[in-house]
């Protein structure tokens, strides 16, 4: 466990951008990464997971912490139902995989989403009319400052839309280390009302789907609208759906009547960014080596050598033009470095 200096970082995000780590160490325990923190007290910190929720605008002036634990293992289990607990460095696609595998359900609609497991409750992801609030049980994270650990229970955590304590008032004070879900082992709760699975499961002629049937979809629909950052450098959706109220929304929509909406409850509605950014001309758009993907709107990439800062301009830009053209604001889903 050696910390080097001046480390690329460029195979450590997935828009593939060339920056550099002032000082650079991965760690593969729990020992280790308790260690580091003892023996680094007061240094500015980063931590970095699978690098698929940043975009780098600049070098990290800081010592950069790698999590690659890995594990996972039941915790318990009955008839019904099972709690499974992933290290923070597994790869999350292959965690929902591995669940699949074992018939364990409520998983499935997140398959194929890039990033590791332990950061997934930080800005509790979600996909498909899924988020990790609906099968998280805890979390155990490090005080940075004490090396303790901690459990953080679902409601510790104060989940929101892509929200939640870690990216609040507990930001740079833990890191997660582990992830434990319940997820069922009988009466799984199909969830195909959302997005396209209906459809794709329709086109396979599949009636009744399995949990392993609703992946597969899912795992399609993806592959079909969103690019592999091993081929193109990109980190998924890059802005927020926008949740708007309802009051607000109701004179937006009589300017745009086609605009599409899901009812979040009674007092608030949420709009597809992407069909905004659409809307807006920006699809498919390339400004050097910065673009918008040709088929997901809601997808910056980086074509080969896009600096940060040019992704940057061209999601401010984005940001402006919807704003100027439906009054509403779209936020940036990526954490901006």
């Not at 709690?83 to 398959?111: R, T």
């Not at 086109?203 to 392993?212: N, S």
């Amino acid at each position: 466990m050696e910390i080097q200096t001046n480390y690329p970082l460029k195979s450590y995000n997935t828009f593939g951008i060339a920056a550099f780590a002032k000082e650079f160490v991965a760690v593969n325990t729990i020992q280790e990464l308790a260690q580091v923190l003892k023996q680094n007290p007061g240094k500015p910190l980063f931590i970095l997971g699978g690098g698929s929720n940043m975009l780098l605008t600049k070098d990290i002036d800081a010592l950069v912490i790698h999590i690659n634990l890995k594990g996972r293992k039941i915790v318990t289990e009955d008839e019904d139902t099972v709690q499974v607990k992933a290290m923070a460095g597994e790869n999350w696609h292959e965690f929902v995989l591995y669940c699949i595998s074992h018939d364990f359900g409520g998983l499935e609609n997140l398959s194929l989403i890039p990033g590791n497991v332990g950061t997934t409750p930080i800005q509790n992801i979600g996909a498909y009319g899924t988020e990790i609030k609906d099968t998280f049980i805890s979390c155990e994270a490090m005080d940075i400052a004490t090396q303790q650990l901690k459990t953080f229970t679902k409601e510790e955590c104060e989940f929101a839309y892509r929200e939640s304590i870690f990216k609040g008032r507990l930001k740079n004070k833990y890191i997660i280390t582990s992830v434990t879900f319940g997820l069922t082992k009988t009466n799984h709760k199909i969830n195909t009302s959302y997005g396209d699975i209906a459809g794709e499961l329709t086109k396979k002629d599949i009636a009744v789907p399995t949990i392993k049937d609703v992946s597969d979809a899912v795992t399609a629909i993806r592959r079909s609208k969103l690019p592999d950052p091993k081929e193109i450098g990109n980190s998924g959706s890059f802005f927020k759906n926008p949740v708007i109220p309802r009051q607000e929304f109701d004179k937006i929509y009589l300017k745009h009547p086609q605009m599409p909406f899901y009812n979040v409850s009674e007092t608030e509605v949420k709009i597809p960014a992407g069909w905004l950014i659409e809307q807006s001309g920006f699809k498919g758009c390339r400004y050097g080596d910065a673009g918008v993907h040709a088929r997901q709107a809601l997808v910056l990439v980086n074509y080969g050598n896009a600096t940060g800062n040019e992704l940057l301009n061209l999601s401010r830009q984005i940001q402006e033009t919807v704003y100027n053209n439906f009054g509403i604001h779209i936020e940036a889903e990526v954490n901006i470095i």
